[in-house]
């Protein structure tokens, strides 16, 4: 039924929760899992009337994001899943998550949210909220807040 995800990813904590939920499915399936990352370009910061750009080297970035991706896909593939990485640059996050999966002929996308509501919401949006509504394919949707993946890894460092 599904052959290849799309696993979306940001580099928080949070982000990664979904990951063990995708190797429970991946490994039966003989699933190809794809771990993506969207790189948001800064936005111009204004003061006073002058428009100023926070410097950053997107080759930098754009390395940074790799290098993070391969490690886990590394983790990934050494627990028998095929895993492949896919970094892509654009202001729009869930728009380039749902190209991924295109692109890519997924059948799947794995993320999760952060669990903002309210004013959190208004202010920061939400990128999972624009994968559900943007895509035609099915999203697996995970709620998890910060506080829980804290909570996880005092559990795991328990052990």
Do not use: C, N, W
Not at 16 to 36: C, Q, R, S, T, Y
Not at 93 to 107: F, K, S, T, W, Y
């Amino acid at each position: 039924m599904y052959r290849r995800v799309v696993v979306a990813l940001d580099g928080s904590a949070v982000a990664e929760a979904v990951i063990p939920f995708i190797l429970e499915i991946a490994g039966p399936l003989d699933m190809e899992v794809i771990l993506a990352r969207v790189i948001v370009p800064p936005a111009p910061l204004i003061v006073e009337g002058s428009v100023q750009l926070a410097v950053e080297d997107p080759e930098e970035v754009r390395l940074d994001a790799e290098e993070y991706l391969a490690a886990l896909a590394a983790e990934l593939r050494g627990k028998g899943v095929r895993a492949h990485t896919q970094v892509r640059k654009g202001r729009r996050p869930a728009e380039e998550i749902v190209a991924m999966a295109r692109d890519a002929e997924a059948d799947l996308i794995a993320m999760t949210t952060h669990g903002r509501s309210g004013l959190g919401r208004l202010l920061f949006g939400s990128v999972a909220e624009g994968v559900l509504r943007e895509s035609k394919l099915p999203v697996l949707l995970l709620r998890v807040t910060e506080a829980q993946v804290e909570q996880r890894a005092l559990q795991a460092a328990a052990r």
